[in-house]
């Protein structure tokens, strides 16, 4: 189907930008959402909409914006008949889900090899990062410090018991991770910069 081709296309584009500005996961764009849909409702016009994206780092033509908007559009909400909103929930959910077989396999593969009892600690999670192995520290663009640092703050957001990730949890966040990285860089995601096996739970920092 076309639209899903040209969606998919889209989707390239927005990660490529953002791999290209070193950025690790959707941290900032969920910063930036809560700043231009203040009220959380899940929409915003074509004018913010673009904005949004902008503010992330990502710079779409007018054509790619008028596609997403086709897909992606309620009309008519508000008072205004000419008002059209984009849903960007379901935007930036196609752009984390929009993922490789390659890709997925290794995410599963990497919670199985970290994980014990159905979760994998903080800790082993931690402990399994080699920032010296992650494609931005090996281009020199990032410090591995930095590069742990951001790591260490997003994966332990996604922990809801602030000790350890169910199955679904490490998902989310490699989800998120997937959406800055494009199909050029299938390599990227885990197997480059996680040692996948159970290291001990004693919390060092690797740099």
Known sequence: MDWINRLKKISNKFKFQLFGRKVLDLEQCYLQSAKFDPQSTGFMNEGVFNLFLNSCGVFLTTQELRSIGDHYRLENRGTSPFKIDINYVEFIQ????????????????????????????????????????????????????????????????????????????????????????????????????????????TYVRHR
């Open 94 to 201: 196609f752009i984390r889900k929009d993922i490789s077989e390659k890709r997925l396999a290794t995410i599963q593969h990497a919670f199985e090899q970290l994980s014990e009892g159905g979760l994998v600690s903080l800790s082993t999670v931690l402990n399994a990062f080699r920032p010296d192995k992650h494609p931005h520290h090996r281009t020199r663009t990032k410090e591995g410090e930095l590069l742990f640092k951001e790591f260490e703050e997003a994966i332990v957001r996604r922990s809801s018991n602030g000790t350890s990730l169910t199955e679904q949890e490490f998902f989310e966040y490699f989800f998120d991770v997937n959406a800055c990285i494009p199909q050029e860089r299938e390599e990227v995601p885990i197997n480059s910069y996680l040692v996948l096996h159970r290291p001990s739970d």
